[in-house]
Protein backbone atom coordinates (compact mmCIF):
# COMPACT_ATOMS: atom_id res chain seq x y z
CA UNK A 1 0.00 0.00 0.00
CA UNK A 2 1.14 3.56 -1.21
CA UNK A 3 2.37 5.34 1.84
CA UNK A 4 0.51 9.39 2.52
CA UNK A 5 3.57 11.94 1.69
CA UNK A 6 4.87 14.35 3.88
CA UNK A 7 3.34 16.13 7.08
CA UNK A 8 0.23 14.26 6.62
CA UNK A 9 2.11 11.19 7.04
CA UNK A 10 3.65 12.30 10.05
CA UNK A 11 0.66 13.04 11.78
CA UNK A 12 -1.12 10.21 10.54
CA UNK A 13 1.06 7.88 11.98
CA UNK A 14 1.05 9.96 15.08
CA UNK A 15 -2.65 9.94 15.23
CA UNK A 16 -2.35 6.22 15.00
CA UNK A 17 -0.20 5.65 17.27
CA UNK A 18 -2.06 7.57 20.36
CA UNK A 19 -5.22 5.96 19.25
CA UNK A 20 -3.65 2.46 19.60
CA UNK A 21 -2.47 3.40 23.23
CA UNK A 22 -5.26 4.78 23.73
CA UNK A 23 -7.00 1.16 22.98
CA UNK A 24 -4.47 -0.82 24.96
CA UNK A 25 -5.22 1.28 27.62
CA UNK A 26 -8.48 0.66 27.85
CA UNK A 27 -8.53 -2.91 27.38
CA UNK A 28 -6.20 -3.32 30.31
CA UNK A 29 -8.82 -1.66 32.69
CA UNK A 30 -10.72 -4.32 34.27
CA UNK A 31 -14.68 -3.82 33.91
CA UNK A 32 -18.20 -4.43 31.74
CA UNK A 33 -17.23 -2.66 28.21
CA UNK A 34 -20.33 -1.08 26.45
CA UNK A 35 -21.04 -1.92 23.95
CA UNK A 36 -21.90 0.73 20.95
CA UNK A 37 -22.56 0.84 17.48
CA UNK A 38 -19.35 1.60 16.58
CA UNK A 39 -18.43 -2.35 17.65
CA UNK A 40 -17.70 -4.97 15.24
CA UNK A 41 -18.72 -8.05 15.47
CA UNK A 42 -15.32 -9.29 15.54
CA UNK A 43 -11.49 -8.10 15.64
CA UNK A 44 -10.43 -6.53 12.28
CA UNK A 45 -7.93 -7.48 10.29
CA UNK A 46 -6.67 -4.34 9.53
CA UNK A 47 -4.25 -2.26 12.14
CA UNK A 48 -4.70 1.09 12.97
CA UNK A 49 -2.21 2.33 11.18
CA UNK A 50 -2.68 0.68 7.52
CA UNK A 51 -6.26 1.82 7.98
CA UNK A 52 -5.62 5.20 8.84
CA UNK A 53 -3.22 5.19 5.82
CA UNK A 54 -5.56 3.50 3.44
CA UNK A 55 -8.20 6.45 4.48
CA UNK A 56 -5.48 8.80 3.93
CA UNK A 57 -4.00 6.95 0.20
CA UNK A 58 -8.30 6.83 -0.87
CA UNK A 59 -9.66 9.86 -0.02
CA UNK A 60 -8.46 13.69 -0.93
CA UNK A 61 -8.78 14.81 3.18
CA UNK A 62 -6.32 17.16 4.28
CA UNK A 63 -3.95 16.86 7.39
CA UNK A 64 -6.16 19.06 9.36
CA UNK A 65 -9.43 16.35 9.14
CA UNK A 66 -7.20 13.97 10.61
CA UNK A 67 -5.83 16.21 13.68
CA UNK A 68 -9.72 17.39 13.78
CA UNK A 69 -10.29 13.51 13.65
CA UNK A 70 -8.37 13.00 17.22
CA UNK A 71 -10.16 15.82 18.45
CA UNK A 72 -13.45 14.62 17.86
CA UNK A 73 -12.57 11.02 18.78
CA UNK A 74 -10.89 12.80 22.18
CA UNK A 75 -14.05 14.86 23.24
CA UNK A 76 -16.77 11.79 22.81
CA UNK A 77 -14.27 9.91 25.56
CA UNK A 78 -14.29 12.78 27.58
CA UNK A 79 -17.92 14.36 27.25
CA UNK A 80 -19.72 10.49 27.16
CA UNK A 81 -18.04 8.93 30.64
CA UNK A 82 -18.71 5.24 29.78
CA UNK A 83 -17.44 5.27 26.33
CA UNK A 84 -14.35 3.28 25.64
CA UNK A 85 -11.81 3.01 23.16
CA UNK A 86 -11.17 -0.33 21.69
CA UNK A 87 -9.88 -2.22 18.93
CA UNK A 88 -13.41 -3.64 17.76
CA UNK A 89 -14.98 -0.29 17.83
CA UNK A 90 -11.77 2.20 16.67
CA UNK A 91 -11.70 1.37 13.12
CA UNK A 92 -15.31 2.36 12.71
CA UNK A 93 -15.08 5.70 14.72
CA UNK A 94 -11.81 6.89 12.66
CA UNK A 95 -13.52 6.68 9.46
CA UNK A 96 -16.72 8.50 10.57
CA UNK A 97 -14.49 11.08 12.73
CA UNK A 98 -12.51 11.39 9.26
CA UNK A 99 -15.93 11.99 7.46
CA UNK A 100 -16.99 14.42 9.58
CA UNK A 101 -13.70 16.38 9.62
CA UNK A 102 -13.87 16.78 5.84
CA UNK A 103 -17.58 17.69 5.59
CA UNK A 104 -16.54 20.30 8.33
CA UNK A 105 -13.88 21.31 7.24
CA UNK A 106 -12.79 20.89 3.39
CA UNK A 107 -14.04 22.29 0.58
CA UNK A 108 -13.83 18.96 -1.43
CA UNK A 109 -15.22 16.56 0.80
CA UNK A 110 -16.44 12.90 -0.52
CA UNK A 111 -20.13 11.53 -0.20
CA UNK A 112 -20.83 8.73 2.73
CA UNK A 113 -20.74 6.67 0.53
CA UNK A 114 -17.27 6.99 -0.47
CA UNK A 115 -16.31 6.67 2.57
CA UNK A 116 -18.30 3.85 3.25
CA UNK A 117 -16.34 1.96 0.54
CA UNK A 118 -12.78 3.00 1.56
CA UNK A 119 -13.90 2.04 5.00
CA UNK A 120 -14.98 -1.52 4.71
CA UNK A 121 -18.56 -0.80 5.65
CA UNK A 122 -21.77 -0.04 4.07
CA UNK A 123 -22.96 3.34 2.93
CA UNK A 124 -26.01 2.46 5.35
CA UNK A 125 -24.14 1.87 8.44
CA UNK A 126 -21.87 4.45 7.66
CA UNK A 127 -25.00 7.00 7.53
CA UNK A 128 -26.20 5.75 10.97
CA UNK A 129 -22.72 5.84 12.62
CA UNK A 130 -22.33 9.49 11.27
CA UNK A 131 -25.66 10.17 13.23
CA UNK A 132 -24.40 8.42 15.86
CA UNK A 133 -21.15 10.20 16.55
CA UNK A 134 -23.10 13.73 16.15
CA UNK A 135 -24.97 12.83 18.58
CA UNK A 136 -22.45 11.91 21.12
CA UNK A 137 -20.74 14.54 20.70
CA UNK A 138 -23.28 17.26 20.96
CA UNK A 139 -22.95 18.26 17.31
CA UNK A 140 -20.21 20.21 18.48
CA UNK A 141 -17.83 20.17 15.58
CA UNK A 142 -16.33 23.30 15.84
CA UNK A 143 -12.55 23.29 17.14
CA UNK A 144 -11.08 26.45 17.92
CA UNK A 145 -8.01 27.52 16.56
CA UNK A 146 -5.90 27.43 19.98
CA UNK A 147 -7.14 23.64 20.53
CA UNK A 148 -6.38 23.04 16.85
CA UNK A 149 -2.64 24.39 17.15
CA UNK A 150 -2.41 22.59 20.45
CA UNK A 151 -3.35 19.03 19.05
CA UNK A 152 -1.38 19.97 15.87
CA UNK A 153 1.81 20.68 18.22
CA UNK A 154 0.98 17.58 20.76
CA UNK A 155 0.93 15.14 17.42
CA UNK A 156 3.89 16.57 15.67
CA UNK A 157 5.86 16.56 19.29
CA UNK A 158 4.51 12.75 19.34
CA UNK A 159 5.98 11.62 16.14
CA UNK A 160 9.45 13.04 16.68
CA UNK A 161 9.77 11.96 21.18
CA UNK A 162 7.63 9.07 21.39
CA UNK A 163 9.30 5.45 20.91
CA UNK A 164 6.05 4.34 18.82
CA UNK A 165 7.02 6.93 16.92
CA UNK A 166 10.70 8.11 16.98
CA UNK A 167 11.76 6.58 13.50
CA UNK A 168 9.21 9.10 12.03
CA UNK A 169 10.67 12.49 12.65
CA UNK A 170 13.82 10.73 10.43
CA UNK A 171 11.33 10.40 7.84
CA UNK A 172 8.97 13.30 7.79
Not at 33 to 58: G, Q
Amino acid sequence: MSRPFGERKAICRAVSCILTQLCLKYSEEDGEKRKTRFHAAEMPLISIEDYIERIALYSSCSESCFILALVYIDRIIHVNEDFELCFLNIHRLLITSVLLAAKFHDDDSLGNSFFAEVGGISCLEMNVLEIEFLYLLNFTLRVSSTDFQRYKEELKNHGKYSLCCGKLSKKA
